[in-house]
């Protein structure tokens, strides 16, 4: 069974940059989409960036954001930059392990002061 670890959030000012990790552990998730969620308070969950053969982002975050992997290391990155004050959310990572199962990280909390 995968499990995932997010770190790396925390508080910043708009403009600045994070960068989340998402450490898996119990099988290599090199095979798997991988893929960034965020929710903020009152707002629906949004997918913000996903991995596979390639990269794809949501509008309100690309050119900001960069989706990368390590599979020596088995982790999965967000880089964040250009921080807006409504990019302020819980991050979460997810393991997209079939089309019907995803494995979710226990969230990290993004918060970027105006």
């Known amino acids: 069974q995968v499990q995932l670890v997010e770190s790396g959030g925390g508080l910043v000012q708009a403009g600045g940059s994070l960068r989340l990790s998402c450490a898996a552990s119990?099988?290599?998730?090199?095979?798997?989409?991988m893929a960034w969620f965020r929710q903020a308070p009152g707002k629906e969950r949004e997918r913000v960036a996903t991995i596979n053969w390639g990269t794809a982002y949501a509008d309100s975050v690309k050119g900001r954001f960069t989706i990368s992997r390590d599979n020596t290391k088995n982790t999965v990155y967000l880089q964040m930059n250009s921080l807006k004050p409504e990019d302020t959310a819980v991050y979460y990572c997810?393991?997209?392990?079939?089309?019907?199962?995803?494995?979710w990280g226990q969230g990290t909390q993004v918060t970027v002061s105006s």
């Open positions: 997810v393991a997209e392990i079939s089309q019907r199962q995803r494995v």
């Open positions: 119990g099988r290599s998730v090199s095979n798997y989409v």
